[in-house]
């Protein structure tokens, strides 16, 4: 396949997914006030970016170390010298010249690379990748729980959630659940049309009154996280739109009442052609990425200290490139960290080379790493959930992926 991907493009007119503006979305949620007063006198949050489309990991984080790199990823190949030199992030690993927030931020132990990662899935359709991705479970079933969701419901007695508010366009399914506290709202951040926004009011005040109230805050919510800095300016991009719903979000969850967990989604990373190599549609939106990553160091100001970010995808793409100079849907890609609690400076890698014998029926970077580990090890660190909580519960059936030690400190 060497065009964009058509499944990536279907319109979802009949759903909550048609709102979304600008290709971004955020969902906050609140906690009780006891919360915040954890025993060691942390005050944790968490970020949780979702980026979908399928992130080209190997273009991101090249391992330029590998021999057989270069010659796989051709004129999309980072190279560690020239105009648009590739950041060395040790002595194989190099990070896309896009992304100078997150190279000081991993020079300053505060950011982390896991490589050679996946979920479970081992398909190709964006849907059902990214319905494993947010819903925990091990294989597609259009669930309407995520896994974050059910993080909140199995913590520690005392730390429950009080209530939820989902700011943004559609709320990921990571986040969704059933629970009768929790409401979510389609407001667009930072891009809302107020005529818009009160005709979708009274939309659900007929069909769905808790939803229509918690638009209702929601809009309130989104006027408080927006200032003269947080106006769209001519001609932003979906890397401005980036950093902009970043700007929001990392306004609200510094306030001492504010949310402390929260989830965005940002859209458009299917590089079937021309993604480009340091240059070109893939390093836009990286440097979008990377902003958002700035607005959320920021924004949370003092509370930076004690955030973790999660940036994860629902797959990679080929080591190959394809005849258009893209990459197709593939296995293999990387997650980042990001953060004051991260315990950063480290590339995180069993790495399974590229040879061709290594790779994931012939076309992938075979994964060596479960995404589910690494999140059940922020999770773990950051919130105290039990391990049996996090195998059962949160990522159902999950057992043989132990949570990841050393991603928090």
Known sequence: MTMDCRESQTSFATTRRALLVGGASFAAWAYLPK?????DGRDPRLIVVILRGALDGLATVAPLGD????????????TPDGPHAALMLDSFFALHPAMPEFFRMY????????HAVATSYRDRSHFD??????????????VQSGWLNRALEGLPKGQRVMSALAVGPTTPL????????????PVALPQADDDTAMRLVELYRHRDVALASALTQGLQLEKAAQGDDMKPKPGTNGAGAMRLVARGAAKLMAADDGPRIAALAFDGWDTHANEGGPVGRLAQLLSGLDGALAEFESGLGARWRDTVVV????????VRI?????????TGTI????GGAVKGGQVIADWPSLKPASLYQGRDLLPTTDLRSVIKGVLQDQFGLAEHVLAESVFPDSAAAKPMQGLVG
């Open 107 to 114: 020079r300053e132990k505060q950011a982390a690379v896991i």
């Open 67 to 78: 021999p057989d790199y270069a010659g796989l990823h051709g004129s999309i190949a980072l």
């Open 335 to 338: 997650a980042l960290l990001a």
């Open 174 to 185: 990571v986040l969704r659940g059933a629970a009768p506290t929790v409401g979510w709202a």
């Open 311 to 318: 940036v994860a995808t629902e797959f990679g793409r080929t």
């Open 35 to 39: 919360f915040a007063r954890a025993a």
């Open 129 to 142: 990748g990214q319905d494993v991705l947010e819903s925990g479970f091990a294989a597609p079933g259009r």
């Open 322 to 330: 394809n005849g258009t100079e893209g990459t197709d849907h593939g």
